[in-house]
């Protein structure tokens, strides 16, 4: 696994999005909603909060107003993107494989080599403390009805939460939030795992405020670069 940002420190995330065109902007000037949750690269919205337009985390049927552009979280998550696991390297425990530790509730997704999608519950499960996912397998060993070999090779998709890295709030003080608006290409690390991305894809938000394909939510870009095992960034020409 290796992405080509920069060493992240403890700050938080500093390049969890950035500008790949100049033409993007940078506001700071909105005032923030103080229950808000956030990192740098998710979708944001204006709502009404104590008689006042707030910025907040966009979701469904908000209309997006830009990208945050600084962090107000407790923890951050990085993507892991095509990690090759092969079930039966792992000596006394064959049936499961190993991860990285404290993955994201709902985020997680298990294909084969193909890209074809398993099943959560149905045809393996996860324990997200440990990063551990481990098949569902024929108890009589005889293994027909097994969606997952004993011996097979699959891919994961997950966000994983960084070990090292503390809360911050760069709000603090001003009450004003940091956005990036306007049309333009980005890069982030910031995007949900369990949906598949192709070139050209439309890109929107889901109900977390994270960039993802499919669903309802308002359109924001289109893919210009899908995330790999090498590269985890996800490009997005972007208008907002």
């Not at 700050?11 to 500008?19: M, Q, T, Y």
């Not at 097979?152 to 503390?166: K, Q």
């Amino acid at each position: 696994m290796s992405n080509v940002l920069p060493p992240i420190g403890r700050a938080g995330l500093r390049n969890a999005v950035r500008k790949l065109t100049t033409s993007m902007i940078i506001t700071g000037w909105r005032d923030v909603d103080p229950e808000a949750q956030f990192i740098s690269g998710m979708v944001a919205t204006l709502a009404e909060v104590d008689g006042k337009p707030k910025v907040q985390v966009a979701d469904n049927g908000k209309v997006p107003v830009g990208l945050f552009f600084c962090h107000k979280t407790v923890d951050f998550y990085e993507p892991l993107v095509a990690f090759k696991a092969t079930f039966g390297e792992w000596e006394g425990n064959p049936n499961s494989v190993r991860t990285m530790p404290y993955l994201k509730t709902g985020s997680v997704r298990v294909t084969d080599l193909d890209g074809n999608p398993y099943t959560a519950t149905t045809d393996y499960t996860v324990d997200l403390t440990s990063g551990v996912i481990t098949r569902v397998f024929d108890e009589e060993g005889e293994g027909e009805d097994d969606a997952i070999g004993e011996d097979e090779t699959v891919l994961v998709y997950a966000r994983y939460r960084h070990p090292d890295l503390t809360g911050i709030d760069q709000t603090l003080g001003s009450g004003k939030v940091a956005l990036l608006e306007g049309n333009g290409e980005i890069a982030t690390l910031v995007y949900d795992t369990t949906v598949s991305y192709a070139l050209g894809d439309d890109v929107k938000f889901n109900n977390d405020g994270v960039l993802c394909t499919g669903g309802g939510n308002a359109i924001v870009g289109k893919v210009t670069k899908v995330p790999t095992s090498d590269n985890s960034e996800l490009h997005v020409k972007v208008t907002l």
